[in-house]
């Protein structure tokens, strides 16, 4: 029903910025939230930032809190994440996802989302 596409990534080097971008297709009329993952080498996924459709709230993992920001493109139906000063850290694969409903788990948990990108790497060095 729903198809979730990134782009964006690339190299940088630590304290550089890129904006990576989440375009999504299909039944999208009733989401009741998106949310980025991402995975480092040897780690498992982890949260990393979600907006909610009803008011816009948004969630930021500690880890990116103050240097990620979401925005959304409501006319290209694209939710775009804007990483900032960033560390080697940060370094991974990162996965958009989308949530349905009506019922989820906390936003933070994979299972909360029903479809999910191929994923867009972003590599920091130094």
């Known amino acids: 029903q729903v198809q979730l596409e990134e782009s964006g990534g690339g190299s940088v080097q630590a304290g550089g910025s890129l904006r990576i971008s989440c375009t999504t297709s299909?039944?999208?009329?009733?989401?009741?939230?998106m949310a980025w993952f991402r995975q480092a080498p040897g780690k498992e996924r982890e949260g990393v930032a979600v907006?909610?459709?009803?008011?816009?709230?948004?969630v930021y993992a500690d880890s990116v809190k103050g240097r990620f920001t979401l925005s959304r493109d409501d006319a290209v139906n694209t939710l775009h994440l804007f990483l900032n000063n960033l560390k080697p850290e940060d370094t991974g694969m990162y996965y958009c996802?989308?949530?349905?409903?009506?019922?989820?788990?906390?936003?933070?948990?994979?299972?909360?989302?029903?479809?999910w990108g191929q994923g867009t790497r972003v590599t920091v060095s130094s």
């Open positions: 907006r909610y459709a009803t008011g816009g709230k948004e």
């Open positions: 996802a989308a949530h349905v409903g009506p019922y989820g788990d906390w936003w933070y948990v994979e299972s909360t989302y029903e479809y």
């Open positions: 299909g039944d999208t009329y009733n989401l009741h939230s």
